[in-house]
């Protein structure tokens, strides 16, 4: 076989059954095996982004690898932002690019990017965990296996460089595939998981530690712990908040679900974790960025201890100090608090009628959300919190939102109740514009089954609407539906503060987004009233294909993130 056929077969043989890539001169021996390998199918996208959001969306989904192809040099440098943002939200993924042949490096070849001229590995370093040339043959399947480790080791991308000559050079061998658990490894600092535990301990106590929280962080879906964080919670009745990072890991209308902490943080999440009366904060899977962390904002800090579960220690004590730091797999941490038994069970157990009460009382203070009354206006143009309230009735509960960057990010948050199940995928710590397009169609692609809504502006459709392209060719089933208030939403509201020539400069006139779509090959329609918002959304999901809904918004609406101001005015007042 040769070098390309020897990289496709070695991908499937580890369970990717989709690659995704734009074609060009510099990968042509790739064409053959990703047409003819049997249980591989590749999607072209519009663009070398695009096929790496799928990429993301795709691995996010599946719980695998998620590999997309280009060539290098400009192929290469249109993949960055989508690879920065993977790499921000500790995405595995594979870039593979195709590279002139090494004895043509340096000498002006036509998209030469190697080494000796642009080189675009070294482009690749800061947004990768890995980025390096396959300079020989030999080292093909070495460089290939331990980028492939690094990946699923680091949850980052890493990059391999494939001059053509290595593409077409004899291979012989099959592939050895990774252990699984190169894919969730299940490790844990045994000493650090039994300090962190005994201070639950009836022995060590004395009196028993009642009011316990969780934060969860996307960390636990990366380990597949989402039954383990919920079998730990429901055994000691501990209540659950997430990060908007760890939206989707537990149903939303679970008897112990607290909501999203942080940004576009729900009321209970933000009333409970922010009460002096927590003694003990467990944050599982989360790096506590500014976001999670409701801007650093030191009233979350418990009174006892803060345990910081963590399978990267890096990110453990980065933002506040840990007195119980642990670092270990999510999975491996909640199984074992699930099943613990002796003198920590006991303890716990003495903490529940307090926590029972104090869950009570932080459900009593008011609705799980902001702006509850928000869900019935009959403003035109819509409310934000009404047209998602329709949009949701009409969606199955399986139904998986993949949404963008921008206002719609907090409105989502807010009043598009989770279900759990991973149902709830976004970009969400770099967050760039226009991802949530392709990263639905990866996510579509590796869960079939599952109907998908994609959340989106009309800001983020001028940068990769053409996606839409790419679900109408390969019959992508999903529905976008795009929050058309005819401007940069976020922006517009600083820049309305500033006066009329910034706020221009926030406009986006002149557009008609159903027309965009059928000129893509989709069908869409636009509607401006709620009562027309749940009968567009349950016809586009039972379509073979996108569906666009244009919902005419109002940009004025304030979006509900009151505590996430307050909290960022009290931050600025004193610094």
Known sequence: MDGATCVVDA???????????????????????????????????????????????????????GVAFGIGGPGVTNMVTALAAAKADRSPLLVVSGEVATGTEGRGTFQDASGAALDDISVLRPVTARSLGVNAPENLRPHLRAAVLTALRERAPVHLSLPLDVQRSRQSGAWTPLPEAAYRPRVIDRAAADAALSVFSSDTTGTPVANVVFLAGPGVGHSGAEAALIAAAERFEIPIAT????????????????????????????????????????????????????????????????????????????????????????????????????????????????????????????????????????????????????????????????????????????????????????????????????????????????????????????????????????????????????????????????????????????????????????????????GEVGEAVAHGLTLDGPFLISARIDKRFPTPVAPWREAVAEWEDSH
């Not at 991908?11 to 003819?36: H, I, K, Q, S, Y």
């Not at 576009?264 to 927590?278: F, H, K, M, Q, Y």
């Not at 679900?471 to 992508?476: L, M």
Request: proline content about 8%; aromatic content about 6%.
């Open 11 to 65: 991908l499937a043989a580890e369970g990717v059954d989709r690659l995704f890539m734009v074609p060009g001169g510099l990968n042509d021996p790739f064409m053959p095996p990703m047409t003819g390998t049997r249980g591989v199918r590749t999607l072209v996208a519009a663009h070398e982004g695009g096929a790496a959001y799928m990429a993301d969306g795709y691995a996010r989904a599946s719980g695998r690898l």
């Open 243 to 530: 990060t908007l990072g760890g939206k989707g890991l537990v149903p939303e209308d679970h008897p112990l679900a607290l909501g999203v902490f942080g940004y576009g943080g729900s009321r209970w999440a933000t009333e409970a974790i922010l009460d002096p009366a927590v003694a003990v904060l467990i944050v599982v899977g989360s790096g506590l960025t500014q976001r999670d962390t409701l801007n650093w904002d030191p009233k979350m800090l418990p009174s006892s201890e803060l345990i910081h579960v963590e399978s990267d220690p890096a990110l453990i004590g980065r933002t506040w100090p840990s007195s119980r730091p642990v670092t270990a797999g999510p999975a491996v941490f909640l199984d074992r608090l699930a099943r613990v038994d002796g003198p920590t069970a006991v303890g716990l157990e003495a903490g529940r009628g307090e926590r029972r009460a104090f869950l009570r009382e932080v459900r009593a203070r008011g609705p799980r959300t902001y702006g509850t009354a928000d869900t019935g206006s009959d403003a035109e143009p819509m409310h934000p919190a009404r047209l998602l309230t329709e949009a949701r009735a009409a969606s199955p509960r399986g139904t998986v939102l993949a949404v963008d960057s921008g206002a719609h990010r907090a409105w989502c948050s807010q009043y598009w109740p989770s279900h759990g199940g991973g149902d709830y995928v976004s970009l969400t710590n770099l967050a760039p514009m226009g991802g949530a397009i392709p990263l639905g169609i990866g996510a579509k692609i590796a869960r079939p089954e599952r109907p998908l809504v994609v959340a989106t502006g009309d800001g983020c459709m001028l940068m990769h609407g053409m996606e839409l392209h790419t679900a109408a060719r390969y019959g992508v089933p999903l529905v976008v539906l795009v929050f058309d208030n005819h401007a940069y939403g976020n922006i517009w509201y600083r820049a309305e503060r500033m006066g009329a020539g910034p706020e221009e400069l926030t406009d986006i006139p002149g557009l008609s987004w159903p027309e965009f779509a059928r000129s893509m090959g989709a069908s869409g329609v636009a509607v401006t009233t709620p």
